[in-house]
Nanobody, 122 residues
């Protein structure tokens, strides 16, 4: 089970940190990802964290502004979002995958949390 939180309303240029707590499995061996979906658009990859520290991946649109991190002791993955833009407005979802498929493809993920809404005003 994945439980995401931390969304909200923020002005452009501001920051938010999303959290996703994972229960029911060995978190340290689970690869995690963040996706987002804006109204009328498909779900898109944002960031992912593989098993080992330093193995992180980002969409070009968020590279340099967003940071994914994980605390294995707390079974939690975070998405720190800085310099937010109105186009970052979306429902953000955390996801977990047990396999070794591509981390940027939604179909690779076995478990999804509920979305947390991020709204960035201009």
């Amino acid at each position: 089970q994945l439980q995401a939180c931390g969304g909200g309303l923020v002005q452009a240029g501001g920051s938010l940190r999303l959290s996703c707590v994972v229960s029911g499995r060995t978190f340290s061996t689970t690869r995690m990802g963040w996706f987002r979906q804006a109204p009328g658009k498909e779900r898109e990859f944002v960031a992912a964290s593989a098993w080992s520290a330093g193995s992180t991946y980002y969409a070009d649109s968020v590279k340099g502004r967003f940071t994914i991190s994980r605390d294995n002791a707390k079974n939690t993955v975070y998405l720190q979002m800085n310099r937010l833009k109105p186009e970052d407005t979306a429902n953000y979802y955390c996801a977990a995958t047990l396999g070794s498929y591509s981390l940027i493809v939604p179909s690779s993920y076995n478990y999804w949390g509920q979305g947390t809404l991020v709204t960035v005003s201009s």
